[in-house]
């Protein structure tokens, strides 16, 4: 491989620094507070207060030049006040310098897609630019054509929309649509749409659309089982959504005991025993087919707090429990 030659990389330092120079002398006509007379920056100055200075005002092509130039130097702002920065810009709709932006922070290990894709959420979300969202995801996919690679993004737009933003779910709709349509077909896009009005706790519109679309419905374990192992961040209330999954005529026994355990590890992590007393209680009582490991490390989390009787009922309970494949089948033997 052809290695650069003194004189060009030479050349490339210069070019940084001049550009560099350029950058500073724009910010000091913008945030001369932040300079002293002679121009010099304040001891006090930071790259993250110049940042947050040129964003109060609107500066953003300088917010955005002085960001890379001091990546580029080594010097990694405060993650927060770069998901501020990338915020501003989708808020903005400046969709080509914000994907831009990404990728250069991607290549340094600045930002994952996790976090970029919840930013542009939350960004749609306080902005109400619904329309705007489904383009930016339209645009990072069709440079990826790989639906599993956005299918992230999707869900926190299509279940933001759902819930706070109902009258434009035809925006999601006629995306999905698209994506049925194109050669070739996401097949799987509709199905996803499925799992994001669940999400949004819109069981009705849930139900109609596998009445409308028949083909769905054997995609259902496929959709409910990736809400079970996703690592989304997605706002829902799991005690409503859960249970409705596991009451699902969908949602076979294995798969519905999954969810039992999601639903149980929920009220474990956050310290809820008592409500998940209750919902181990009530399993027991209604003979819930449920995996034995659910009983077993809520029983070794709050083992102090229990009363002994109830220990010993549910100790025995999990003897007789067994692991359930998510695929078993509700005519099974119990």
């Known amino acids: 491989m052809k290695q650069p030659s003194p004189n060009h990389s030479s050349r490339n330092q210069k070019a940084r620094r001049d550009s560099k120079s350029q950058t500073t002398k724009r910010i000091k006509r913008i945030l001369p507070h932040l300079f002293s007379e002679d121009g010099e920056p304040l001891s006090t100055l930071t790259v993250e207060k110049q940042l947050l200075g040129l964003m109060q005002m609107w500066a953003m092509e300088e917010a955005v030049d002085l960001l890379k130039e001091s990546v580029q130097d ?3 702002p405060d993650r927060t006040v770069v998901l501020n920065l990338l915020q501003q810009l989708a808020n903005l709709g400046e969709v080509e310098c914000l994907l831009e932006l990404h990728e250069f922070l991607k290549d340094r290990g600045l930002s994952s897609n996790l976090k970029f894709y919840h930013c542009l959420r939350d960004a749609y979300f306080n902005s109400g630019r619904v329309e705007d969202g489904i383009l930016m995801l339209r645009v990072i996919y069709h440079g990826s054509r790989d639906f599993d690679d956005t299918d992230l993004l999707f869900t926190l737009l299509a279940t933001m929309t759902a819930k706070h933003f109902e009258h434009m779910l035809p925006v999601v709709e006629s995306y999905v649509t698209d994506l049925e349509e194109s050669d070739p077909p996401v097949a799987s896009a509709r199905a996803s749409l499925w799992r994001c009005l669940i999400l949004a706790e819109k069981f009705e519109k849930a139900d109609m659309l596998l009445e409308e679309f028949p083909e769905v419905k054997k995609m259902v374990p496929e959709q409910v089982t990736k809400l079970v ?30 969810l039992f355990d999601m639903l149980i590890l929920h009220k474990t992590t956050h310290g809820h025993w008592n409500e998940g007393l209750k919902y181990l209680s009530e399993a027991m009582v209604d003979g819930r087919r449920i995996h034995k490991k659910t009983v077993e490390t809520f029983l070794a989390k709050f083992f102090n707090q229990l009363p002994q009787n109830q220990v010993e009922e549910l100790t025995a309970w999990a003897t007789g429990l067994q692991t359930l494949s998510e695929d078993e089948d509700y005519n099974m033997s119990t």
């Open 229 to 258: 192992q996703s690592q989304l961040e997605v706002d829902f209330d799991r005690d409503v959504v859960l249970t409705w999954l596991m009451n699902s005529l969908y949602v076979k026994p294995g798969l519905s005991a999954s």
């Open 74 to 76: 080594g010097v990694n």
